[in-house]
């Protein structure tokens, strides 16, 4: 038995060290978030320039410039969703890291612990069987 919740534990430890060092199972990445900023809208086409007289040349530079300005600014409120998001992913993944040192630390204080009491207070018999005074390692369920 304490074999199997021995490594159990040892699969938690492996996969809190996974994410804690960024490496995960591969999973679809979730959809981004609805953005406040808008769509971009697709570019102007370019006139041809082969038969475009300057008068058309000039209406076309002013659509260009205004469709330009337009996602430039999109483009630099999406800058400000998307560090604000990583911000918050930083911060949550800061938490969970060190919820999961905590959780291993008391883990790992407990099999101590009740390592100690099982050597101290014959945790087998001579049959090899665990009395009822002997406590099992712990891990995660």
């Not at 074999?3 to 199972?25: D, H, K, N």
């Not at 300057?54 to 800058?79: G, I, P, V, Y």
């Not at 014959?122 to 069987?129: F, P, R, Y």
Request: proline share 7%; hydrophobic share 40%; with cysteine.
């Amino acid at each position: 038995m304490r074999i199997l919740i021995g490594a159990g534990a040892a699969l938690l430890f492996a996969s809190v060290a996974a994410a804690e060092t960024g490496t995960t199972p591969a999973t679809p990445a979730p959809p981004a978030p609805p953005s406040a900023c808008g769509e971009a809208q697709p570019a102007p086409t370019q006139p041809d320039m082969a038969h475009i007289t300057a008068s058309q040349m000039n209406h076309a530079n002013q659509a260009f410039e205004a469709w330009a300005n337009d996602t430039r600014a999109k483009l630099q409120c999406r800058q400000g969703e998307v560090r604000a998001l990583a911000a918050q992913a930083a911060a949550a993944e800061a938490a969970y890291n060190a919820q999961a040192a905590s959780f291993n630390s008391a883990v790992n204080s407990w099999n101590t612990a009740t390592a100690a009491y099982n050597s101290q207070h014959g945790a087998t018999s001579s049959s090899g069987h665990h009395s009822n005074s002997a406590l099992g390692q712990h891990g995660p369920s």
